[in-house]
């Protein structure tokens, strides 16, 4: 996953997966652009072939963090993501773009970083998978057992 900035547009580009492997590194730097005052955010995942429901918990909390004064576009995306995104009414919050992305920085982008400890980790899932539930309370369903389960092995711990 590559991120980077064009004026006040932050880009992330993911190639292969977006992940849970990778979220957090996602969720720090979106947090770190925000705390700088960056309100749009588009993300080309033409090189993603899959993400799974962390990363895209993901990208709804950034979403839900920006609100409505903050864009979050997602462009480029392979039919099996924007059906997914669209099945999880995740673009009710974001838009999914079918367009061509606008021109992406070609200098400035760099390797997100952010590997975590495994209890950080175990946190950003919760609260991707809690993110989810917030931009579509029909996800409930869906993820409760996934919270509850993540939430009950963090009180053993």
């Known amino acids: 996953m590559q991120v980077g900035l064009s004026g006040p547009t932050v880009w992330v ?4 997966r977006g992940s849970f492997q990778n979220s957090a590194g996602l969720k720090e730097f ?18 993603c072939e899959l993400m799974d429901s962390t990363f895209m918990g993901t990208l709804a909390g950034i979403a839900l963090k920006i609100g409505r004064e903050g864009t979050l576009k997602i462009v480029r995306a392979n039919p099996r993501n924007r059906q997914v995104m ?7 919050i974001f838009s999914v773009e079918q367009e061509p992305a606008p021109a992406s920085p070609d200098r400035g982008m760099r390797e997100a970083s952010g590997q975590k400890p495994k209890e950080a980790k ?12 917030a931009a579509n309370p029909a996800n409930a369903v869906r993820f409760k057992d996934v919270i509850e389960f993540l939430k009950h092995k963090e009180t053993e711990g």
């Open 30 to 47: 979106a947090a770190e652009m925000t705390r700088l005052g960056h309100r749009e955010f588009i993300v080309d995942l033409e090189d």
């Open 86 to 92: 669209q099945n999880l009414g995740l673009d009710r």
């Open 122 to 133: 175990r946190e950003a899932i919760i609260e991707a998978h809690e993110n989810l539930v």
């Open 13 to 16: 580009r993911v190639a292969g």
